[in-house]
């Protein structure tokens, strides 16, 4: 599993919706070969289907060839309900694309035979050769699709029944009224999430940091279904910074610093995406595969990568290597609190900088001063014994995330350590 942060929400979407665009333009979808994609509802992807549509309205891609089938639906809403899923779908994405209606696959929450309607929704993605790319979200209570905590990590598409943290979460969609939120619903299983060739789950605002945590940094369980992606051979789960504010610092680091060493090298990534997030055909460099991604397809190009990157094992289970290059650098400017932390005295080392391996990653430093852009600056004298000359072409900052940490020497030297951002451009 491949942890993307960025700094806000829609950072993150953009980052989604330039995903999947490349997906479907590498796959080059035919009538008799569609790329069949997996969608979720909530207010996470709701940027990401905006983008979506601006980029089929720029001719940046098209959905022509591509079948959709939704994670899940409520029973007993009709499809005409403005909080039904089908209404959900049709304002905000299938109205605005040149999709097929007969493409289109979600679940009948009026069906009279409930089991027969689970049945048929499996076998239709069977039939259409499986789900290619699945897109979803994250219940507050960790759940995938609806499988709320306590759904086998076996199941497939099934009635459930909502658990009383997903009533209360989504009773924002119904007035604010639990009663009318439905008490049933259909969902794709866990292993129908897990079947499909690649999964994305987005997970944005600190709503959603507890169940993050549980999904990423702790056992599989079903408790927390999210955390199936964790055997997934080829699943992202991209998030913002509020949404990755309980993960811990290392974890954070870690994913950090795999972004950046892709940006530092080039190691014959297969795809590229260009400034700006505009996929113009111009500036986009794409290798379009001649079928469905398999595990022959991405992975080959990071080999070399792999084996002489001190992250490897990481790099090498990616499921894609992509540069995104989105907002404009930002100033660094220390915050009291950083100040504060800052005004610490720093310690000589300590074990958790050790344990990310800090003495080749990020770039060793010398004890530094910072410009307007956050660019470090040697004054010649070595930081804990560290001797390379700093990376000059790669743009620094202190760590936002080393006022988190709550040893003020652990935050002082973090924000003394200053980290590539991965989201700014090279210079
Ligand atoms: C609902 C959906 C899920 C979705 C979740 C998160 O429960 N059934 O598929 O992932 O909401 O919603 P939001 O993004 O609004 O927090």
Redesign the pocket.
Known sequence: MRLIIRDNAESASSYVADYIVNRIISFSPTQDRPFVLGL?????PLNVYKSLVEKYKAGLVSFEHVITFN??EYISLPPTHPQSYHAYMHKNFFSQINISPHNINLFNGLAPDLAAECSRYESKIAAAGGIDLFL?????DG?L??NEPGSSLASRTRVVTLAED?ILA?SRFFDGDTNQVPRKALTVGVKTVMDAKEVLMIALGARKARALQKCVEEGVSCMWTGSALQMHERAIVICDEEAAGELRWKTVKYFKSIEDHELDHDYGVDQSIPAGNSLGASQTNLKTSAGPLTPESTPKATATHASSSPISPLVETAPILMKTIVDPPQSSVYTALEKEILAQPVPKSHGLLGLLGASTYPPPIKSSTHNSRGRSQSDGHASDGDSEAESEDIDLQPDRMASRLSDPAFAAEALRRLTPNPEERRR
């Open positions: 979720p509802t909530g207010s996470s994670m899940d979803a979200g994250l219940g507050e759940h699709a609806f997903t989504n």
